[in-house]
């Protein structure tokens, strides 16, 4: 089991990797041919950079528009991300003092996560415009992160796992060395269904998350009377 584990997680770590890093190359590519930022808009790059900034932390065009999703949306991003810090204690040693305090609420985040998700989830059975777009894909990819959130806090309040022992067999993988993984069910559940995210992850909806950073309706300023807007290849064909 131990050994499956280990080649599971090389095999997901590469794949996440090598695929998140295609896609932004892939987006990065991508022509903008097209001035479209959505207005009213920045007419700076400072600018820009702010309003970015507020898309990303408050998610500020969602808060626009609907408020109910904006609230889960925010819960379940804002509990991951302390989940994610606090995860942070398999991979160091010795532990930054600044992380230590990080762990109360990051093992309280599970509940904050796990209900912004039941919140997104119920939306798609309750709303009709949001039930009628909504594929069979949409709704695996929520159960998938609620098992995840479910069986990682079952470890931390219903049943207790070894987590010294899970500290050594990453930090071992980490060294290419292989120790013994604890075989608690509820332990190997929640690994079981990190890896399948991170496989899967390059592959799906997800990848809003670097997407949002090459969205010509956020990342261009509003000046088109100040500058041509040109993509690369149109600017080429001018030239020529």
């Known amino acids: 089991m131990t050994m499956l584990f280990a080649i599971l997680f090389y095999l997901a770590f590469v794949v996440m990797v090598v695929g998140l ?25 400072p600018g ?24 889960f949306g925010w819960m379940f991003h804002v509990g991951l991300l302390l989940v994610l810090i606090r995860h942070l204690r398999y991979f160091l040693d010795p532990i930054p003092a600044w ?12 509940f904050l996560m796990v209900a912004g998700l039941g919140g997104l989830w119920l939306r798609r059975f309750f709303v009709e415009r949001i039930r009628y777009i909504s594929t069979p894909s949409d709704h695996l990819w929520l159960a998938l992160l609620i098992g995840v959130g479910v069986s990682g806090a079952a470890m931390t ?13 990453f930090l071992g993988l980490m060294a290419f060395e292989i120790y ?61």
Request: glycine share 2%; net charge positive; proline share 10%.
């Open 180 to 240: 013994p993984l604890p075989t608690h069910p509820a332990l190997l559940i929640h690994l079981f269904l990190v890896a399948l995210l991170m496989l899967l992850f390059p592959f799906s909806k997800l990848l809003h998350a670097p997407g949002v950073f090459f969205s010509p309706t956020r990342n261009q300023a509003d000046r088109p009377r100040e500058s041509r807007h040109l993509a690369a290849w149109a600017a080429q064909i001018e030239k020529n």
């Open 157 to 169: 309040f219903v049943t207790h796992v070894d987590v010294v022992a899970v500290k050594v067999f």
């Open 99 to 110: 992380l230590v305090l990080v762990q109360p609420f990051g093992k309280y985040a599970a």
């Open 48 to 71: 820009v950079a702010f309003r970015m900034a507020r898309e990303v932390v408050l998610f500020e065009s969602l808060f626009k528009g609907n408020l109910w999703t904006w609230l």
């Open 21 to 45: 890093a295609y896609k932004i190359y892939d987006y990065a590519r991508t022509p903008a041919p097209l001035s479209i930022p959505t207005t009213p808009a920045p007419t700076t790059t």
